[in-house]
């Protein structure tokens, strides 16, 4: 089954395939270490932009071993959120995410999981003493379609929605997938729908595959949803909505924020 790799032209069909990307993006890479970390969980990432806006983010421990490979799209998708806390999964350097509050004051506020490929970049570039970011948000599609027109999803819809009407979701809509045992959700997956503002297919220079690229604006913020063919049900390029399961990838938007971890290039 394609997975987030495959949607940004990158096919992983074993762990040997994703070593090689791993040893390259080692290669050529732009290295950035952190700094102010405890001992023990310092170390450096590594970002690798193969072309087409497809990039992978290592994150290499003190002892120069690569722990996390994380793929990332970067484009054009805008978020302003509001941190409501940290979670992170206990390796070195930090790797993990936020939950954030999208649409903060209005009445599409809703709270989203985001992954971040690199977690101290995010503290040194992104979070103002209020917790506010500007992020951009690549979307990762497990499954999804594209629908010619509003009355052509409203169709699909209704047909979903004949036996349970919680599925009637609106074209531009926003819902962070499952439940934890606790009761808190889980982080950065989504069943994301709305309009799509742009559309193109792009090449992952590195490997020659083709995969879409659509800027598509949903609840409170515009994402940038990647996908390969097997991904996607429909043709993009004709398509004005889209609606599909996510893993949602965020990096801040240069420039903003200030305290936590820092991170200097490596010349």
Same mark, same amino acid.
């Given at each position: ?9 990158f ?17 050529e ?27 992978l ?7 120069? @071993? ?13 978020a302003?959120? $509001? ?16 939950y ?23 503290y ?16 990762f599609?497990h ?28 074209? @531009? ?24 503002? @742009? ?7 590195? $490997? ?13 913020? $515009? ?8 991904q ?21 938007? @240069? ?13």
């Amino acid at each position: 089954m394609p997975g987030h790799f495959d949607s940004i032209g990158f096919p992983a069909d074993d762990d040997a395939a994703i070593e090689r990307y791993m040893r390259q993006a080692l290669a050529e890479g732009d290295q950035y270490e952190v700094l102010g970390a405890e001992p023990g969980w310092g170390g450096k990432y590594v970002c690798w932009d193969a072309g087409g806006g497809a990039q992978l983010w290592l994150g290499v421990n003190e002892q120069g @071993e690569a722990k996390a490979v994380d793929p990332h799209f970067a484009g054009r998708g805008r978020a302003r959120i $509001t941190l409501e806390r940290s979670y992170d999964y206990e390796q070195a350097p930090p790797a993990g995410g936020v939950y954030a509050w999208v649409a903060v004051g209005t009445q599409e506020e809703t709270r989203a999981g985001l992954d971040l490929p690199a977690f101290a970049r995010f503290y040194d570039m992104a979070c103002d003493v209020d917790g506010n970011a500007d992020v951009q948000v690549a979307a990762f599609c497990h499954g999804g379609s594209v629908f010619l027109d509003d009355d052509d999803y409203a169709r699909h819809v209704a047909a979903e929605a004949k036996d349970n009407p919680q599925l009637a979701f609106a074209v @531009e809509s926003f819902l962070p997938i499952g439940l934890l045992s606790d009761g808190e959700l889980p982080p950065a997956t989504a069943r994301v729908s709305g309009r799509i503002l @742009e559309s193109s297919r792009r090449t992952n220079a590195a $490997t020659g595959r083709s995969f879409w690229s659509m800027l598509v604006r949903t609840v409170g913020m $515009t994402v940038d949803v990647v996908a390969s063919d097997e991904q996607l049900d429909g043709d993009a390029s004709s398509g004005a909505v889209f609606a599909g399961s996510c893993w949602l990838s965020a990096v801040p938007v @240069e420039g903003a924020g200030t305290g936590g971890m820092k991170m200097e290039i490596i010349a």
